[in-house]
Nanobody
């Protein structure tokens, strides 16, 4: 059984930082394309960042480039999203996704609220 469990969300002031974690079980994160998505109220789900299985190449949405960093700890089988310089428009539920060929798994999401 595959499980992706996100944690690390919360309330932060504008300009602050948070680190989200996605702990995986039932899969090996190093063999999957791991991604973070987010969904703000009344908006569609959007890709924030992803990291490839081979080589670990990364890509980011334009809106978060230079502020967010995705990384992977193979020993802990966990993927992270370091979020710096957070702004109110970053407020959303953040989801972790694992994909390998036609297999796709999602976590339950963690709420990030950026507000003063």
């Amino acid at each position: 059984q595959v499980q992706l469990v996100e944690s690390g969300g919360g309330l932060v002031q504008p300009g602050g930082s948070l680190r989200l974690s996605c702990a995986a079980s039932g899969i090996t994160v190093s063999t999957y394309i791991m991604s973070w998505y987010r969904q703000a109220p009344a908006k569609g789900r959007e890709l924030v960042a992803s990291i490839k299985s081979l080589g670990g190449g990364t890509n980011y949405a334009d809106s978060v480039k230079g502020r967010f960093t995705i990384s992977r700890d193979n020993a802990k089988n966990t993927v992270y999203l370091q979020m710096n310089s957070l702004q109110p428009e970053d407020t959303a539920v953040y989801y972790c996704k694992a994909r390998f060929l036609t297999s796709e798994y999602w976590g339950q999401g963690t709420q990030v609220t950026v507000s003063s």
